[in-house]
């Protein structure tokens, strides 16, 4: 009875605390060490450009929003490989914690996909495996797209294929081009055109717009205006990805055009606080005019929808795209790089590529298979397959927390530019630059 | 051997039994929240990025850039704006809808059932639910009053900073009025039928019975609900994460959405460690006023 209340219990008490405190810490030194146990498994052994296909089952991961191309070439591989890939579809949302988390346990899959935006992210944190002599291996390394091998070399080591592409391109209504008097056969080569067409779609009036973006969604953002900066010939990063040039004489031509939609209900109701979550469900409703929308949608449109598909101009002509999608590579602690990489080599293939990829109206990772049995069925993807040579994807480590979140400086200037105050512009890409430098 | 007895008192069966019904939740206490609490702690004492893990001690570092963050103020005035009208206008709505089935007629049951529905839903779920009703690209809601004639042009529900404020908290108000009014019901149910009788046969009125009565005796119940909606209102996250992301123009950031935010975006656990921490010693203090509270007038 007594014996909880006397010098005894406090004593037995004190040492219980200090021992569970001991033991916590222990355990959260245990749980928070940055040792880095693994061997490293790793992808950069054997020049091997077809790695190896026994049996083997491996692991990977890729996010929602290209789930379509993902699981097309995993289901071709599977039904032709003795090597078998587990596809993880990851919220789109989720994928850099899942991504995060996964590493600090070296829990990552054998292969994990990801935005290339991000990519330098990864690199840069070793998560992924030196895969340069396999790549050069392979024979039609020259022709993989540029774009995506640029934003996967880190200290000139290649870590990353391009997995899936998705460009920026504009979509137009064939039928509404018809109804406003406009050749169907030309859309527009100049940000001036465009403004033009979209003007007269939308004077067709009874519930038809000009034109649509995503007006709260850096992405949307970069996606469709960047291209037309480039189009110019002016750049948006420095090379280092450290600073910004959103100042520019183009890049202010550009935010003016789409302010000057929004000022005169040029776009259809809820640009302005379009997330991006709905941005590309407006356009097969057949009442927009002309709008930029990612090329990964064009197997989506409705089939009675007689759509065309242009390149992003500049405000005097040229052509560029904004070559986004996912590249993908083999995670550092993978005990079975070999059998990763044959799956990495097969997805890159003839067959791959225009079977899989090509057949369901996606954009080839070759250049040189621009032109395919499938594309020749339809010039639109010809359009798109060979705007990938003109397209530019942007290197900066810190792009996420700068261009895409949803509270980061980059969506603060843009609707600055186009919904608020444009005097702001230039001191909002000071904060850019910061960001980028962070 | 009585020394030895003297020096280790055994224990009593009664005292096996108490260590044994408390040992699972000690356990449980110590892994899943005393543990994480360390590691969290320790987190906002280093530079720790979510890629790369633990790169060693930086404090206060974390600490200075989670205040220094354009968006720290900013997100603190807007959480506690929300606390407030959240609060305000759920605790009166639970109350009115407490006080209108709390007697046992015919239809009580249906309307107490139907009024408590929106709470069986996930925050998450409803979120999502209203996101499309709201959407004015995909939702029903602004084609609706268009074609009833109420409005001229399409309504933009998330589209200002006001009227995304005050979207999101109709939406709240929606989901938990009823789980509130439950509270509020079994705090009246409590309230003794005699007091009542006694109050009527001293000639109170009905408004007179509610001040004197009805209000002090639910005190304890209107504790609690007001220690549970302004805890949840200042925790809140997943509400704007789908609704509005913080915007426009980061109008709605809350506290929680800066850390995850500063977790996931911009990839940097430690300086989330450290609003974690501070948002844990707000709570603590908040939650130990109204505990102090609570307990007076329980006294009284």
């Given at each position: ?105 070296k829990d990552l899959p054998d292969l994990f996909a990801s935005d290339v935006v991000f990519v ?319 | ?273 450290a609003l974690s921490a501070i948002v844990l010693a707000v709570l603590l203090l908040l939650n ?13």
């Amino acid at each position: 009875m007594g014996g909880t209340a006397g010098p005894p219990g406090r004593r037995r008490r004190l040492v219980t605390g200090t021992v569970a405190l001991l033991t916590a810490a222990s355990l959260v030194t245990a749980c928070g060490s940055g040792d880095d146990g693994s061997d490293g498994g790793g992808g950069g052994g054997a020049a091997d450009a077809k790695g190896t296909d026994d049996g083997a089952t491996l692991t990977m991961w890729t996010r929602a929003a290209t789930r379509p191309q993902s699981e097309a070439l995993v289901k071709a591989y599977n039904a032709s490989h003795k090597n078998k890939v587990k596809l993880t579809v990851v919220p789109t949302d989720d994928y850099q914690a899942k991504v995060g988390a996964a590493a600090g346990s070296k829990d990552l899959p054998d292969l994990f996909a990801s935005d290339v935006v991000f990519v330098p992210n990864y690199t840069s944190s070793a998560l992924f495996a030196d895969l340069t002599e396999r790549i050069d291996a392979l024979p039609f390394a020259g022709e993989l797209a540029q774009s995506h091998i640029k934003a996967g070399t880190y200290e000139d080591k290649k870590y990353v294929v391009p997995h899936t592409l998705d460009l920026s391109v504009l979509f137009y209504n064939k039928d509404l081009y018809r109804k406003a008097k406009l050749d169907p056969d030309k859309p527009p080569t100049t940000l001036a055109e465009w403004d033009q067409q979209a003007r007269a779609v939308d004077a067709l009036g009874g519930g038809v717009d000009g034109t649509f973006f995503g007006g709260n969604c850096g992405g949307c953002g970069v996606f469709s205006m960047w291209p037309s900066i480039w189009a110019a010939g002016d750049e948006v990063l420095n090379k280092e990805g450290t600073e910004a040039t959103l100042t520019s004489g183009t890049a202010k031509q550009v935010y003016a055009t789409y302010r000057g939609w929004v000022k005169d209900d040029i776009v259809a109701p809820g640009a302005r606080e379009e997330t991006g979550t709905t941005w590309t469900g407006v356009f097969p409703k057949g009442k927009v005019g002309v709008m930029p929308m990612p090329s990964t949608t064009l197997g989506l449109m409705p089939k009675d929808l007689d759509l065309g598909v242009a390149p992003i101009p500049g405000p005097d002509g040229g052509k560029s795209t904004f070559v986004g999608g996912d590249a993908i590579g083999i995670s550092a602690t993978s005990k079975s790089a070999d059998q990763a990489w044959n799956f990495l080599a097969w997805s890159l293939g003839d067959k791959a590529q225009v079977d899989v990829v090509a057949a369901r109206k996606d954009v080839v990772a070759r250049t040189d298979l621009a032109s395919n049995k499938y594309s020749k069925a339809d010039s639109r993807l010809v359009a798109i397959n060979e705007l990938v040579a003109d397209g530019h994807t942007p290197y900066a480590l810190k792009f996420g927390q700068t261009f895409n979140d949803p509270n980061g400086p980059w969506l603060t200037l843009m609707r600055d530019a186009v919904f608020g105050d444009a005097q702001k512009v230039d001191k909002d890409n000071d904060a850019v630059s910061a960001s980028l430098a962070d | 051997m009585q020394v030895k007895a003297a020096a280790r008192p055994r224990l009593s069966p009664r005292a096996v039994r108490g260590l044994a019904y408390a040992t699972p939740t000690a356990v449980f206490v110590a892994v899943f929240f005393l543990l994480p609490l360390l590691l969290v702690a320790q987190m906002s004492l280093s530079d720790w990025p979510l890629l790369t893990g633990d790169q060693g001690i930086n404090a206060p570092e974390n600490y200075t850039d989670a205040i220094d963050s354009t968006l720290f103020w900013p997100a603190v005035r807007f959480t506690l704006l929300y606390t407030v009208i959240v609060t305000v206008i759920l605790l009166t709505l639970a109350l009115l809808l407490a006080l209108l089935v709390q007697e046992s007629r015919p239809a009580a049951g249906f309307f107490r059932t139907v009024y408590f529905l929106p709470g069986a839903l996930g925050l998450a779920s409803a979120s999502l639910l209203f996101w499309g009703l709201y959407s004015p690209t995909t939702g029903p809601l602004s084609r609706i009053l268009e074609k009833l004639g109420l409005v001229d042009d399409p309504v933009s529900f998330l589209g200002t900073p006001t009227a995304a404020l005050l979207s999101t908290v109709f939406l709240i108000v929606w989901k938990f009025a009823g789980f509130y009014m439950l509270i509020l019901l079994v705090g009246l149910q409590r309230i003794p039928h005699e007091v009542y009788e006694a109050a009527r046969m001293d000639g109170a009125n009905r408004a007179q019975i509610f001040r004197s009565i009805t209000l002090p005796l639910l005190r304890p119940s209107i504790a609690l609900t007001l220690l549970l909606c302004v805890t949840g209102s200042l925790l809140a996250f997943d509400q704007f994460f789908i609704l509005t992301k913080g915007g426009p123009d980061n109008s709605t950031v809350t506290v929680v959405q800066l850390l995850y935010r500063e977790a996931f975006q911009r990839l940097n656990l430690g300086t989330a460690a450290a609003l974690s921490a501070i948002v844990l010693a707000v709570l603590l203090l908040l939650n130990a006023v109204q505990f102090r509270g609570l307990r007076r007038a329980d006294e009284s």
